[in-house]
């Protein structure tokens, strides 16, 4: 029956009102920094209906120009194979701590709660200490470890919880049907554990992507990432609004469609795909 | 599972081996400096630098807050891949009690060019008799000011502080607000600004800084005086939000006509003044910053070019900043970029230099020369603790701008931490 009351009305247009005011209220930072990047140099803090036509694209061309480009595969590079390492090392970690009969289970699992935990500003000065004598201040490997203290402990966590939710009889009628465990492993536990698998990658390419703090102390003009770059458009007397505006974008852009494309593998993970 | 670990750490190894660095054979000299149109020009020049001497010169240019911390990081952590850095002088002083720089004495006084670098700069990084830097810039505060807004009122430039009141009182409207000033709290923020008018009413950090007498001295009549004026200022005259602007939105605000007055440093008035980046530059004049019962104290901030005691390459890196300072390569940077700061005196003899900054505004180059006369060398004391007090005292400022204490509380504030901080209890 469709209520037409006068009551349901002004509660579904209130409805209504709450949800685009939250949506604006989210929207409003990606549609003033989108609206910053097209914006002439002397129009940037212009509103724009005041000079409509104060746009360029030379903001876009400026930052094409610049580090920042180098700064942005640098961040892929070190991301995408601090991500590939920890998934290689935590996926199995993740399924031994699972299926495994571990005596120490318990304090594993505080162990990599405290890794997650841990303020990163902590261990900052022995961390660099250590990295200039290793001779690892300013290189890909020193900032993909670095990566991976973020990375595979929270890989290996998330991957934990996937497969403990996976009944272990199916991993025993792989074995009595002569799988070793590896290929039980390989064949049987991920693909059912797939949505956690795809979940766990993601948050940790992102967690690695977004880092800011590690690649401020490790990094030097060779291997600068993304997040650090963009720091350097502001100088001693000015800020460029526009350019931390266009690289801004730049860094969220290759996220979106890795977000869209794994949007329904996180949610499946997060509320627990297989069920026993 | 064995397997697949065993897997996972020849993988990683096998990348960390691929990725480590290469090291060049030939002699290199790292530098690494904050953006500003001197160290931007100066790294466009780096070729040149490996054309006159042989030695290649990795300049990296990065934001001042990168800056910080990388440096405090590589000084702690005794790392050796900084030759040449960039030396602020209000930061060379804890730099040189914490061990961070090595005296440059033997190498000043080798340089060819050392005469032609301006004696005060110079001497502002001279502590117990030893050179610990070399400058190339030195930055003044002015005052710019909206001639046709004055026109209009029927009004002139304010010499003074009071007069700045009145100006302000007569020119306010909602729509453009009659000055800008930094309120954010700082050392380099609110406490490049505000000395300027606390030295203009005869204010002081100190008792007797000149005579060695570190005693706080904040919380003075004079101060207080000093300080109800930029309360007055920011909180009836300045845009809304005025009471957390920093350089930038001043710089903002003056281009974009929401501002008649601004008082900031060189290199900020020289964009409010430059055509090609405010469309009121033709309307906008150049003064000096009002004075006071104490006369004037336009604000000075003096930056140059040091070697950390760790550095591995301190000849070189010697070598680097002689050539970075040279009349040539300042010069070419003056002309290249939008630097009008710089200590090379000769520089301001080039009559193409001449030509230029005349372009962007008549008065410039002999507004920035007065207020260099002007200033004292130690308008922010040159002292180790510095930063931690020009923090603190920036912080109470700030507190009794918002409203959060009264001026009285604020100065009394500052005074407590800055004994607090200097062990004075």
Known sequence: MIDNSSAFRVKKALGLFMMFSLLAFAAMPTLWVLILSIREQSAVFQPIWESPLAVTLENFLSIGRSDFPRALLNSFITAGTATVLAMIVGVPA??????????????????????????????????????????????????????????????????????????????????????????????????????????????????????????LIITRSSTTTAPVAVMNFISYDSVDWASIAVASIALTLPILPLMAIANRYIVQSLSGAVKG | MKHLFTTALVASMALGASFAPVHAQTEEVNVVLFGMPYTNGLQDLADQFEEDTGIRANIEVIGQDVFENRITLTFTGGSDDIDVVHAPV??????????????????????????????????????????????????????????????????????????????????????????????????????????????????????????????????SPENLEALNVYIELINEYAPQGAGNFNFAEVLAAAQNDQIAFAVE?????????????????????????????????????????GIPTSAANPDAAARFIEWAVSVDTVTQIALNEAFPDFTTGPVADNPEVIAKY???????????????????????????????????????????????????????????????ILGLY
């Open chain 2, 265 to 305: 440093g060189t290199g900020v008035v020289s964009r409010i003044v430059d055509p090609d980046l405010s469309q009121y530059a033709g309307v906008t004049g150049i003064a000096l910053p009002p004075g006071g019962p104490a006369g004037r104290s336009p604000a000075i901030a003096v930056h140059g070019l």
């Open chain 1, 94 to 215: 993740g399924f031994a701590l699972a299926k495994a009969r571990l005596s120490g289970k318990f304090i594993a699992s505080w162990i990599l709660l405290l890794l997650r935990m841990a303020p990163p500003v902590g261990f900052v000065i022995p961390l660099f200490i250590t990295y200039v004598n290793a001779g690892l201040i300013d290189t890909y490997t020193g900032l993909i470890f670095a990566y991976m203290t973020l990375t595979l402990p929270l890989i290996t966590w998330s991957m934990w919880n996937s497969f403990s939710q996976i009944p272990d009889e199916l991993i025993e009628a792989a074995i009595m049907d002569g799988a070793s465990l590896t290929k039980a492993f390989a064949l049987v536990a991920v693909p059912a554990a797939r949505p956690g698998v795809v979940a766990a990658a993601i948050l940790g390419f992102l967690v690695a992507w977004n880092d800011f703090f590690f690649a």
């Open chain 2, 90 to 219: 209000i930061q060379v002083q804890r730099w040189i009690q914490a061990g961070w720089l090595q005296p440059m004495t033997e190498y000043v006084a080798a340089m060819p060019g050392a005469d032609d670098i301006l004696a005060g700069p110079l001497n502002a990084y001279v502590v117990d008799g030893e050179n610990w830097a070399v400058p190339f810039m030195a930055g003044a505060g002015l005052m710019t000011y909206r001639q046709d807004v004055l026109d209009e009122a029927g009004l002139a430039v304010p010499e003074t502080w009071e007069e700045m009141l009145e100006v302000a009182a007569a020119i306010h409207t909602d729509d453009r607000a009659a000055i800008g000033l930094r309120a954010v709290p700082g050392q380099g923020f609110n406490m490049f600004i505000f000395p300027m008018i606390m030295r203009a009413y005869g204010g002081n950090f100190f008792a007797d800084y000149e005579g060695g007498d570190l005693t706080p001295a904040i919380n």
């Open chain 2, 358 to 420: 005349a372009d962007v505004h008549p008065d410039f180059l002999a507004m920035r020369v007065q207020a260099l006369d002007l200033a004292i060398g130690h308008y922010r004391p040159l002292i180790p603790d510095w930063p931690s007090l020009g923090q603190a005292v920036g912080e109470n400022i700030n507190a009794a701008v918002n409203g959060l204490m009264s001026p009285e509380d604020a100065l009394e504030a500052a005074e407590q931490e800055m004994r607090d």
